[in-house]
Nanobody
Framework: QVQLVESGGGLVQPGGSLRLSCAASGSIYNINGMGWYRRAPGKQRELVAKITSGGEPNYAEFVEGRFTISRDNAEKKVYLQMDSLRPEDTAVYFC???????????????WGKGTLVTVSS
């Protein structure tokens, strides 16, 4: 069973930093794209950042250079370093990955359960 597990959320003051981590596990043949989405209170889920297997990142406009996405292919992990956090960054952050499991050899989207990030003084 393939799963994604996030960690690193919490409460931080405006201007502070947090680092989110996500680990993929299970019977995995290959992982293509990985990334982070978020859902703020009362809003729809939106892309934050994603990264290809070759390490090419893509960020949402609202990131404005404050976040950095990275991944460790050997460890099957993706990270999101968030700096200069703002109250409007408060949301549940979800890990996403396009994974080819060994059971099917067919690529599918997988999601973590989410980790809450609260930016407040």
């Amino acid at each position: 069973q393939v799963q994604l597990v996030e960690s690193g959320g919490g409460l931080v003051q405006p201007g502070g930093s947090l680092r989110l981590s996500c680990a993929a596990s299970g019977s995995i043949y290959n992982i293509n794209g990985m990334g982070w989405y978020r859902r703020a209170p009362g809003k729809q889920r939106e892309l934050v950042a994603k990264i290809t297997s070759g390490g090419e990142p893509n960020y949402a406009e609202f990131v404005e250079g404050r976040f950095t996405i990275s991944r460790d292919n050997a460890e099957k992990k993706v990270y999101l370093q968030m700096d200069s956090l703002r109250p409007e960054d408060t949301a549940v952050y979800f890990c996403w990955a396009l994974i080819i499991p060994r059971t099917t050899f067919y690529g599918m989207d997988y999601w973590g359960k989410g980790t809450l990030v609260t930016v407040s003084s």
